[in-house]
């Protein structure tokens, strides 16, 4: 595969173009000998040496600088953006300047330890006067970066001398002018003495009123002399914008495959009554293999603590639970305790504390849910009755949405007693933390003020970085994006309800390109709360191509216990599975569904290797839709430059989804190939990761998906000698 | 004409709805007796009683605010956002609060003269969160608004005992809540006593257990409480957004017709011998009468100053002129003088006054040119020659776009002597304003420095905020957003190239909603510099269409002279019209081409009317695009709300125009009469302003439009009873 030449200029790769004599050299400048800058906290496709950057000042006290830097990307608001460590992070700016003249944009970032580094934007030449590069972080905490413009003198030069040579206009007066150009870069002390000299003989030769203009122009358009000025530009007019902040988190706060498993159900038993023995976190632990050999990477858990006995819900959300009605989790506290401590069925800390143990070992973090409210029965309502609203009656307010009542949940009021219930939460937090759970999936956090989600997570992340949080608001967009803005890792999205071909496109687009600097999906393909009418009705094909799509679009999905076994059957009316796990226990025989042919499984794992295996997979941004002629052929890419890429080889994935699961579709599918560095009408070698096929591809090409067999190509773009 | 009911809520249109017992009031609140808060310094749809905010203090250090205001609008940036005086400008901002508990936002706004109102936004319940009104302002300068934000305590409990009460849950408690909601509001000494009294009762009402259920409800569902509520919420958790300031500039920044004619054109007369003498200040007050009667209010004129001899261009854009070329206007400074002087042949500066008094007399404001650059025989060339780049042979260099060169102009190097070019600048504007000239039209200010025009322009208007300046930068849009943000106060836009209908519908919807707070089109139709191809080649009808689109579409239009004589031949291969003007003078008789019906004069004079006639047409942000089934027929409207109108009556315009000057076109038109207050289905009268015409229209109406005869319906929407 040839490099991407708009990303990253090869001059090797771009010489004998039209214009240029292809002979040797003309410029003496020696071409750059020392290896481009590299460093283990970043990497990047346009890193230069390290200068130093010294603005030009303003006679006149004016907002605007002498070249105006507008809109820096990463978006710089109240709160700071936001990346992952190892994420391809875009630095884009509008800038311009009146005139013809030329100009360079720099980044100048500098790592929570202190290294300093200097990237070369390009100009995307998009009519809007963006610059743009990317760079992989690679170290956790608060990065800075700050963009910096300057007038390019010598492409100025280069450009007028080029057309003006050529022209036979002036050519004497652009000669000198580039003799004086080059002096004065040869003046600089910070450039390798052996270049200085050259630009000095170059300086020389342009003067030289024997050497022909024709061997001047050829000079002007040498790629070696034009290499040299990118890597160390002639400034003038240096404008250094303002120094930002980016929060670059760990890995796991972008990148990871989650399983959703409610623990009472993994080892739970039929008595010879029929009653059920719930599982334990001990006989839990036995369901970690499964969970870590289809690849996962975080094991969340519903509610872990005691489920409240007063009003508690029975099976299918009906009122009034029968004996034996193990109540929803999410239904937190009785006289057992509140949100620090454990189900007695499930065990005791101790047991959770193996159960974490066993899941790091198999290469799982946990993630616990926290949801801020109460049963009846919490000690809470007891201890604390000023955190509750007390009703003129003198009873505690039930959760509600009018006239509709949630009686076995009391919610907090958070303006009652902020200070209280503050510190308390924050207590709740550090306790977990404590026994080494670093996420937290947050139950409907929109519920809560947005206000105090920004004080806990600052708060706990002040203490330990590490430490994740997830929002489960399926709400309003502003709410949703404030949440993400305001602090939270990761979000849940409208993913599950995103299902047609345009809606997708639209979506998948939206969330990688407008809101990535704040915002992380996180694309459950189910959750014990949804499970969609497109799961319902579309059957495995739909669960086929769900899981695909979501293990590749975004560098975090996740799967709930029972996707696997196609759980599909709803409760009449509503989009959740009937006899849902949040009111009875679930006992589901994994392998003897494998060993039947009857489990996904198989496919999430390879879902899962393919993801490991393609560094592509792993970025959120670099999500590209492209074309095809059927409505329900939904194509994207996903591509890693090789200077990006942790491998060294560019990366690029291409995945071809018939996104209706009730038929087979062919059609003509169209790429730009560009994206992945090819020119249009080239062919390229394409191996499909799941069924192993291979083609040789160009940007046109047929193709023929049958949901019943198989609706998916995740094709692996093969490199090119 | 029925009010708009979301923008003005009005109890009486409403009352009788199908939830509500329309017999007499159940409550024995006084209906509010006092006149709505008015003033002379604005307009409001959503006046409320002035009270103080008294803003809910945090106890934690958040960014976030209680209940989050996100997003305010107008747009705050590095510059602050523009009005004018006259202007409906919306105010909105995204706020929300967690759960089902309802809000409530103010925008408090404070003249400049210290006068401070209360305006309540409502929900548009767009999905968006996004709350909104609009205000008129009516006093130029500083004015300050910030948004506030409530919860609303009144309307959450009427919206929870509405439905419980009606449900038959919880009524005893929910009319005791209302009992101590309506007595909470009693203790507040700013509402009016009577009222104070009348809630007090109405709470005893509710406590009385004698009172059946039923009334109870018509007490929670009455009008006129929930109105007294909605003039004076009952408040908690308050949260006071930032203090903001808007702009507000005179109504010539946004609201007028301009006139362009080159002075040495009117009264200019053929010699004997075929030579031309030019007209002169004096001879060209001879034609202000003509273009005040026209209905235009502001007369430019490009550059009035000596014209360079040196390279001077020929007529026809030639390289050299020949003997009594007057040459072009923008190659200025000869021995005569430079930017501060008067060119011989126009006559004195007594001369260019008496012209300035006697259009100020006829209602007509003078604009001039500010173009900042130099023939080579300007004086600033051998008095200031560090203001021009010098190059190594010691020329100075000419402008260029190499290889081209412009050799009668030498433009300024701002970064040569930044402060003696910067005191220069601002000694020529200084000069004219001291002539009484206000509006400044400003040649390619894209090529000067973006942060000379933000001095500039701060200084000027910090000695005269009268003073208006208008960008003549047709560049890449980051560029012409840029120079509004800094400061013009009008910019000519791409409108000349829009021609098309889907075109138009997305330019002016984004003129007019995307950017209107900082940027405000001048939609001329014609420049000295513009004759598009769809004038070239459109006839007569595309003269009258552009001219019927540019005067309704946008407050602020303008017309370059001979447009009405429709001038329309080019210059082969250009844009521009032949034998063009900037390089000679150009004889023409209008009174000619209006008696023999050869001049559009009439129609713009019948344009120029309706504006005046009708403030809809004097607003930028009003425009709709609605639909038509032809891909050539535009419509749009234009409405004013009667709160809003300085005439107190709703105004609002349709106009539907087909844009293909070379057909007959007839299609259904379908447009959302919501707009304008009118229920969809129901019928409104509308006449036709240009032919007087009337009709009973729905919101799908059948139009015929012969682009021969009168390719525009202009339609004004009378009051129905």
Redo the contacts between chains.
């Keep these: 595969m040839t490099k991407n030449p708009a990303k990253r200029p090869n001059p090797a790769a771009t010489r004998g173009s039209a214009k240029e004599d292809s002979s040797a050299p003309a410029a003496v400048v020696p071409p750059p000998a020392e290896a481009r800058p590299s460093s283990p906290v970043w990497r990047s496709t346009s890193a230069l040496p390290l200068r130093p950057a010294s603005a030009w000042h303003?006679?006149?006290?004016?907002?605007?600088?002498?070249i105006?830097l507008?809109g820096p990307r990463p978006e710089a608001g109240?709160?700071d953006p936001k990346a992952y460590v190892g994420e391809a992070v875009p630095f884009a700016v509008?800038a311009?300047?009146?005139?013809?003249d030329l100009i360079g944009v720099h980044v100048r970032l500098t790592s929570p330890a202190g290294e300093e580094s200097l990237h070369r934007l390009e100009a995307l030449k998009d009519?809007?006067?963006t610059w743009r590069t990317e760079v992989v972080l690679l170290e956790q905490g608060d990065w800075t970066f700050r963009f910096e413009a300057f007038a390019d003198d010598f492409a100025t030069w280069q450009?007028?001398a080029d057309?003006?040579i050529a022209?036979g206009?002036d050519a004497?007066?652009m000669r000198?002018?580039g003799a004086?150009l080059l002096e004065r870069a040869a003046a600089e002390t910070d450039r390798p003495d052996a270049e200085r000299a050259g630009l000095r003989t170059v300086a020389k030769r342009l003067r030289d009123a024997a050497l022909p203009d024709d061997t001047a122009l050829r000079i002007v358009r040498d790629r070696a002399l034009a290499e040299e000025f990118r890597l160390r530009p002639l400034t003038?007019?240096v404008t250094v914008g303002d120094e930002l902040t980016l929060n670059v988190e760990r890995t796991v706060a972008g990148n990871a495959a989650w399983y959703e498993l409610f623990p009472r159900s993994e080892g739970a038993t039929r008595r010879e009554d029929g009653s059920i023995s719930s599982g334990t976190f001990r006989t839990a632990i036995g369901r970690l293999d499964g969970v870590a050999g289809m690849g996962f990477q975080v094991v969340y858990l519903p509610p872990i603590h005691p489920i409240g006995r007063i009003n508690r819900k029975g099976r299918n959300n009906t009122l009034e639970a029968q004996p034996g009605d193990p109540g929803s989790p999410y239904a937190i506290g009785a006289r057992e305790g509140g949100h620090d401590a454990i189900h007695p069925e499930l065990g005791t800390l101790e047991d959770f504390r193996a159960f974490v143990d066993a899941a790091r070992e198999r290469g799982l973090e946990v993630a616990l849910d926290l949801a801020l409210q109460a049963a009846p029965d919490h000690p809470w309502v007891t201890e604390h009755p000023e955190w509750f609203t007390t009703?003129?009656?003198g009873t505690i307010a039930y959760a509600e949405?009018?006239?509709k009542k949630y009686q076995d949940i009391y919610?907090l009021n958070f303006?009652l007693d902020?200070?209280g219930i503050?510190a308390e939460m924050l207590r709740v937090v550090r306790h977990w933390v404590a026994q080494g759970v670093k996420i937290f999936r947050v139950d409907n956090p929109?519920?809560?003020?947005?206000?105090f989600w920004?004080?806990l997570i600052?708060t706990v992340n002040a203490e330990d970085p590490d430490v994740v949080f997830l929002a489960e608001a399926f709400t309003?967009?502003?709410?949703m994006q404030?949440l993400a803005r305001?602090g939270f890792q990761q979000s849940y999205t409208y993913f599950t309800w995103r299902n047609t071909k345009p809606e997708l496109v639209e979506f998948l687009t939206s969330l990688s390109q407008d809101t990535a600097d704040f915002m992380r999906p996180n694309l459950f393909v189910n959750t014990h709360d949804i499970l969609t009418e497109y799961l319902q009705f579309g059957g495995r094909p739909a669960y086929r191509i769900r899981a695909a799509i979501a293990a590749t679009a975004a560098p975090t999905y996740g799967v709930y216990a029972g996707y696997e076994l196609y759980e599909n059957v709803a409760r009449p009316g509503s989009e959740e599975n009937i006899d849902n796990e949040k009111y009875e226990y679930k006992l589901r025989d994994w392998d003897a569904a494998e060993a039947s042919g009857n489990s996904l499984a198989p496919f999430l794992r390879r879902l899962n290797a393919i993801r490991a295996a393609h560094p592509a997979l792993q970025q959120l941004r670099n999500f590209r839709a492209h074309w095809s002629d059927d409505d329900a052929i939904l194509v994207y890419s996903k591509h890693l430059d090789a200077a990006l890429s942790p491998t060294g080889r560019a990366d690029t994935i291409i995945v071809v989804v018939n996104v209706d699961p009730h038929s087979v579709r062919q059609t003509m599918v169209h790429l730009d190939t560009r994206v992945w560095g090819v020119e249009p009408g080239n062919a390229f070698e394409v191996e499909d990761l799941i069924t192993g096929a291979r083609w040789s591809w160009t940007d046109h090409n047929f193709v023929r998906l049958d949901a019943f067999t198989e609706p998916v190509h995740i094709l692996h773009v093969k490199e090119t000698k």
Tied chains: 1, 2.
Excluded: I
Excluded at 58 to 66: E, K, L, N, P, S
Excluded at 96 to 100: C, I, N
Excluded at 446 to 451: E, G, N, R
């Design positions: 303003a006679d006149h006290d004016t907002v605007t600088a002498r105006p507008l109240a709160f509008t311009f300047r009146e005139g013809h009519g809007f006067d450009h007028a057309l003006k022209a206009v004497p007066l000198e002018m004086r003038s007019l009703l003129p009656d949405n009018p006239p919610p303006d902020p200070a503050y929109h519920t809560k003020p947005l206000q920004e004080w600052a309003r967009p502003a709410v404030a305001v």
